[in-house]
């Protein structure tokens, strides 16, 4: 007997997937049928592992929304099916309701294809690089075990504590961001526009009589000034194309390798990287997917190149039969802690939670390292551009200064 997933109607017109044991798919459908339900699809699940039945097959219709949007989507969802509501009800119902036009588009098109006979999961899978793996894979494993709703409120946990992660350390960076800008802006306006004005009152000083530092300073000022035009838009281009680099899979690679290496930068995106990978292992165990696919997908979550290739290398690893940890050990980037834990979780047969308490360590780590980088960074910057802005400054008052004391004793 095998397993099959079957998309049926039922005689109240409800659209439903049910999971049911036949010889093969033939047998599953005339069951079905003759218990009144129309059949609309027969799928073997074990044709297929959960990562290869939720890997990214089509482009779906491009459209974007927002993180916030997505997890009240899908509170809201879950709650739908805990009150019984059909799922393509329930669909339908937050997909007039939303807020966000790129939701509701793609909702429309998640609706289409559940009225066409796929499953939720494969629905959303459709949709491409819109939403993650860790989504479908939960769908996918939510639908085999019924517990749709279960799943779900899972993955909201999963969700709230990852967007308030990546929302504290936007919130970190964006005052050094802004105090750069600001500093940079303002050097660039001492440089280009004061400097080059106060260098036409030191020609009656006489070259020989200006302090090397102003001599230095002038000289940089007016070679900037004159050649501002040229230089902004080469400047511009120069950014554009680094930006276009990073984004190509070697330049980011060799980015993230680089930001690695940087201190605490290194150490934060470290911790971020496990909490963000163990919270998404933790998250598919829960709806009973393998160990292996879960790493597949949950390697996936990883935002830093360097540490997703070295966590995917592993599962060759897991597949031919050596423990998780040691997998884990292997790979040679995730703190001896977090290994010495998630070791304890497979020894004891409670994988799952010691992943649970491991993401939550490493979430309160990566919020006290985040506060180290920033409490560095800050004034890093002031000392820094305080002090290029006290240089320019002081070779515009050193020829003034001098002149002054000049004419003192003259008198």
């Given at each position: 007997?095998?397993?099959?997933?079957?998309?049926?109607?039922?005689?109240?017109?409800?659209?439903?997937?049910?999971?049911?044991?036949?010889?093969?798919?033939?047998?599953?459908?005339?069951?079905?049928?003759?218990?009144?339900?129309?059949?609309?699809?027969?799928?073997?699940?074990?044709?297929?592992?959960?990562?290869?039945?939720?890997?990214?097959?089509?482009?779906?219709?491009?459209?974007?929304?927002?993180?916030?949007?997505?997890?009240?989507?899908?509170?809201?969802?879950?709650?739908?099916?805990?009150?019984?509501i059909?799922?393509?009800?329930?669909?339908?119902?937050?997909?007039?309701?939303?807020?966000?036009?790129?939701?509701?588009?793609?909702?429309?098109?998640?609706?289409?294809?559940?009225?066409?006979?796929m499953?939720?999961?494969?629905?959303?899978?459709?949709?491409?690089?819109?939403?993650?793996?860790?989504?479908?894979?939960?769908?996918?494993?939510?639908?085999?075990?019924?517990?749709?709703?279960?799943?779900?409120?899972?993955?909201?946990?999963?969700?709230?504590?990852?967007?308030?992660?990546?929302?504290?350390?936007?919130?970190?960076?964006?005052?050094?961001?802004?105090?750069?800008?600001?500093?940079?802006?303002?050097?660039?306006?001492?440089?280009?526009?004061?400097?080059p004005?106060?260098?036409?009152?030191?020609?009656g000083?006489?070259?020989?009589?200006?302090?090397?530092?102003?001599?230095?300073?002038?000289?940089?000022?007016?070679?900037?000034?004159?050649?501002?035009?040229?230089?902004l838009?080469?400047?511009?281009?120069?950014?554009?194309?680094?930006?276009?680099?990073?984004?190509?899979?070697?330049?980011?690679?060799?980015?993230?390798?680089?930001?690695?290496?940087?201190?605490?930068?290194?150490?934060?995106?470290q911790?971020?990287?496990?909490?963000?990978?163990t919270?998404?292992?933790?998250?598919?165990?829960?709806?009973?997917?393998?160990?292996?696919?879960?790493?597949?997908?949950?390697?996936?979550?990883i935002?830093?190149?360097?540490?997703?290739?070295?966590?995917?290398?592993?599962l060759?690893?897991?597949?031919?039969?050596?423990?998780?940890?040691?997998?884990?050990?292997?790979?040679?980037?995730?703190?001896?802690?977090?290994?010495?834990?998630?070791?304890?979780?497979?020894?004891?047969?409670?994988?799952?939670?010691?992943?649970?308490?491991?993401?939550?360590?490493?979430?309160?780590?990566?919020?006290?390292?985040?506060?180290?980088?920033?409490?560095?960074?800050?004034?890093?910057?002031?000392?820094?551009?305080?002090?290029?802005?006290?240089?320019?400054?002081?070779?515009?008052?050193?020829?003034?200064?001098?002149?002054?004391?000049?004419?003192?004793?003259?008198?």
């Amino acid at each position: 007997m095998a397993e099959f997933i079957c998309r049926l109607g039922t005689p109240a017109g409800e659209v439903v997937t049910r999971t049911v044991e036949a010889v093969g798919a033939q047998e599953a459908r005339v069951r079905l049928e003759s218990e009144g339900f129309r059949v609309f699809a027969v799928t073997p699940p074990k044709t297929a592992g959960v990562a290869a039945l939720t890997r990214r097959g089509g482009k779906g219709i491009g459209a974007r929304f927002k993180a916030n949007d997505f997890l009240l989507f899908n509170q809201q969802l879950a709650a739908l099916l805990r009150a019984g509501i059909p799922i393509l009800q329930a669909i339908t119902m937050l997909r007039k309701r939303s807020q966000s036009a790129g939701l509701s588009m793609v909702l429309a098109d998640v609706e289409d294809k559940i009225r066409g006979g796929m499953a939720l999961s494969q629905a959303f899978a459709a949709q491409g690089a819109v939403f993650p793996r860790i989504y479908t894979a939960s769908i996918l494993a939510g639908e085999r075990s019924g517990a749709l709703d279960d799943v779900l409120d899972r993955y909201v946990n999963y969700m709230r504590r990852s967007v308030g992660l990546r929302r504290k350390i936007r919130g970190a960076l964006a005052y050094p961001t802004m105090l750069l800008i600001a500093s940079f802006g303002m050097v660039t306006f001492l440089t280009v526009y004061v400097v080059p004005r106060m260098s036409n009152l030191f020609e009656g000083f006489g070259r020989n009589k200006l302090p090397v530092l102003t001599l230095i300073v002038t000289g940089i000022s007016s070679w900037m000034s004159v050649n501002f035009w040229w230089l902004l838009p080469l400047l511009i281009v120069a950014i554009i194309a680094l930006v276009l680099w990073f984004r190509t899979p070697s330049g980011r690679l060799i980015f993230d390798r680089t930001v690695l290496r940087l201190p605490l930068v290194g150490k934060l995106l470290q911790h971020v990287a496990v909490a963000q990978a163990t919270r998404s292992l933790a998250t598919l165990l829960a709806g009973g997917i393998t160990l292996v696919e879960s790493w597949e997908i949950a390697a996936e979550s990883i935002t830093n190149l360097e540490l997703r290739r070295r966590s995917s290398a592993i599962l060759p690893m897991v597949r031919e039969g050596r423990s998780f940890t040691e997998s884990l050990e292997a790979a040679g980037w995730m703190p001896e802690l977090a290994i010495d834990m998630i070791g304890v979780g497979e020894r004891s047969g409670s994988l799952r939670e010691m992943l649970d308490e491991v993401s939550a360590f490493y979430d309160s780590e990566s919020e006290v390292k985040l506060e180290q980088l920033t409490t560095t960074i800050e004034p890093a910057i002031l000392i820094v551009m305080g002090g290029v802005v006290v240089t320019i400054l002081l070779s515009i008052y050193l020829p003034i200064i001098s002149a002054i004391s000049n004419a003192t004793v003259t008198r």
